[in-house]
Every structure is written in structure tokens, then in C-alpha cells.
């Protein structure tokens, strides 16, 4: 089992940046792909960005394009998103996942992101 838990959430006006991280424990040895996801109120969850094992591969959702970086250091077993020039619709609880195939099997418990205009 792997346990995440982000942190790094918080309120911020828009035009600014925040920088989450999300923290790996566990059976953290495989090489395990990360993501992270947004879900504002009232709406499903969304993806936002992702990134292989190696650091070399990495996705984004159009939404966040040029905006958030994602980010790993395998050697602290954490993940890290840094989200600049943040707007009102970036607000949402952001949950780090970890996954070896296709779909995402470990969840962190998210954290608060709001973005005031």
C-alpha cells in the first residue's frame, strides 16, 4: 500500500502562486506514475497534470498549460505542483494519486485551494 497526503493548499488572491506537495509512504518502491486532481464544488474531478516515474514524461490539462509545473524528487518520495498566475476557477481540493497501469490506485485525502478574484 502507498499512503499520500498533500499539503501546500491554502487562499490566495488571483494572479498568484501557490506550490503544493504531495507526500509518499509506504511500499513506495515501484515506479509508480503521479497525478494531480482537481475537483471544485459541484463538479466531477478533473485531471490536472502528471508525471513518470523518470520525470521525463509529463502531462497536462489544457486548463493549466504554461501555468503549473509538476514535479517529482523520488529521493524524498514526494511530488509537487507549482501553480502560477492562479484564477478564480482554479479553486477546487487538489488530491495527489499514484498509479502502475492505467488507472490511478492510491489517493491522498486532497487539499483546499482558493483562488479569490
Known amino acids: 500500500q502507498v499512503q499520500l497526503v498533500e499539503s501546500g493548499g491554502g487562499l490566495v488572491q488571483a494572479g498568484g502562486s501557490l506550490r503544493l506537495s504531495c507526500a509518499a509512504s509506504?511500499?513506495?518502491?515501484?515506479?509508480?506514475?503521479m497525478g494531480w486532481f482537481r475537483q471544485a464544488p459541484g463538479k466531477e474531478r478533473e485531471f490536472v497534470a502528471s508525471?513518470?516515474?523518470?520525470?521525463?514524461?509529463?502531462a497536462y490539462a489544457d486548463a493549466v498549460k504554461g501555468r503549473f509545473l509538476i514535479s517529482r524528487d523520488n529521493a524524498k518520495k514526494t511530488v509537487y505542483l507549482q501553480m502560477n498566475s492562479l484564477k478564480p476557477e482554479d479553486t477546487g481540493v487538489y488530491s495527489c494519486?499514484?498509479?502502475?497501469?492505467?488507472?490511478?490506485?492510491?489517493w491522498g485525502q486532497g487539499t483546499q485551494v482558493t483562488v479569490s478574484s
Open positions: 494519486a499514484a498509479r502502475i497501469g492505467t488507472v490511478y490506485q492510491h
Open positions: 509506504g511500499r513506495t518502491s515501484l515506479p509508480y506514475i
Open positions: 508525471i513518470s516515474w523518470s520525470g521525463i514524461s509529463i
